[in-house]
């Protein structure tokens, strides 16, 4: 019972870091792989975004301190956001905008 307790207020405690997060860092609140097609991204830019990926689940699964969650975020959509070309980041919004 203290198992699937302790387990249910970790989960709501990432949750609750996570919507903290995506409100202070958009615009990525989604993995833009999902629509690269829609995006057109290259190949290039598709391994930029999955390396880009790989490091920061990478930190998460290292972090130790909570509050550094919303650094790495921002750090990573800053990143994927400089990976678009300046079409990408258009059609990006008007995606981000239909959902």
Not at 66 to 78: E, G, I, K, V
């Amino acid at each position: 019972m203290k198992v699937v307790f302790g387990l249910f207020l970790m989960c709501f405690l990432m949750l609750t870091e996570v919507s903290r997060a995506q409100s202070v860092s958009q615009p990525f609140p989604f993995d833009p792989m999902f629509w690269a097609p829609t995006l057109k991204l290259s190949q290039e830019q598709q391994r930029k975004i999955q390396e880009i990926n790989s490091k920061f689940y990478t930190q998460l699964k290292a972090i130790t301190d909570r509050t550094l969650f919303p650094a790495y975020l921002q750090s990573r959509n800053a990143q994927i956001w400089d990976t678009f070309h300046t079409r990408q980041k258009r059609r990006w919004e008007k995606i981000m905008t239909r959902l």
